[in-house]
């Protein structure tokens, strides 16, 4: 009887673990499938940003297409190898957003693009909360040393003020105009991230090689994770193009 009452109590117990391993699967399931959905949208957000941004840069007269806009992203993720195509998109979409406020060259739109990402990568090579690239143009902007002299770059309000005579934007004693010290900003910033960035991976490779294998997991996770949900978004379109 006892051993009957024992049995019993075992496979109560068995079918509580059961049901507990089965609900935490199914929530696991579901978590992955509200991430991807959110992912896949996220991304399609930041894609049409790039055609709004093409569109506006195309009326202010800048001789850029769409196809390379797309470039651009190919090019950031090819020179820095930790930066996803999703983390890519948003930089080039935010710096196409800001082209027309700053008056960026076409090469400019790419050349800040790749400086955003350096300074991202920077970032988290250092272990610290990753800035978006609106906060990083601003600090460039306003001069901010104490937060680019950890990375190697030099921007102060006085490199500032050289840089826009040495731009010839205004002569020497000039008054210099918000627009002018933001143009020369920019130029410092990409110039001095330029030709770093292979530095920085080797480093990010060599001193902190678990870190690099980090990011490159990471990479890959998401990378089928907006597969699938972009994927599941396509079939939801072609259902919904169905009904109508």
């Known amino acids: 009887e006892n051993a009957g009452k024992g049995f019993s109590v075992l496979r109560s117990a068995m079918g509580f673990l059961t049901a507990m391993a089965m609900a935490q699967i199914s929530s696991m399931i579901m978590s992955f499938f509200s991430n991807a959905l959110k992912i896949a949208k996220e991304f399609r957000g930041k894609m049409a940003q790039l055609n709004f941004a093409e569109s506006i840069l195309s009326k202010k007269g800048m001789d850029i297409t769409r196809e390379e806009l797309d470039g651009f992203v190919d090019t950031v993720v090819d020179k820095l190898k ?84 040495a731009m010839g934007l205004a002569e020497s004693g000039q008054a210099i105009t918000k627009e002018m010290s933001n143009q020369a900003a920019i130029a410092i910033l990409i110039e001095q991230t330029t030709g770093k960035t292979d530095e920085l991976i080797k480093a990010i490779e060599k001193t902190n090689p678990a870190l690099a294998k980090q990011i490159e997991a990471e990479m890959v996770a998401q990378g089928a994770t907006l597969a699938f949900g972009d994927e599941v978004l396509s079939l939801t379109d072609a259902w919904n193009n169905f009904l109508l």
Do not use: H, P
């Open 82 to 165: 930790y930066v996803s195509k999703i983390d890519a998109t948003d930089i080039v979409a935010s710096v196409s957003q800001m082209s027309a406020e700053f008056k960026l060259a076409k090469k400019d739109v790419l050349g800040l693009s790749e400086a955003i990402a350096f300074m991202q990568l920077s970032e988290r090579s250092f272990g610290e909360e990753i800035s978006n690239g609106t906060s990083i143009v601003n600090a460039a902007l306003d001069g901010r040393s104490n937060y680019f002299n950890k990375y190697g770059i030099n921007i102060t309000k006085a490199s500032i003020k050289e840089k826009v005579y």
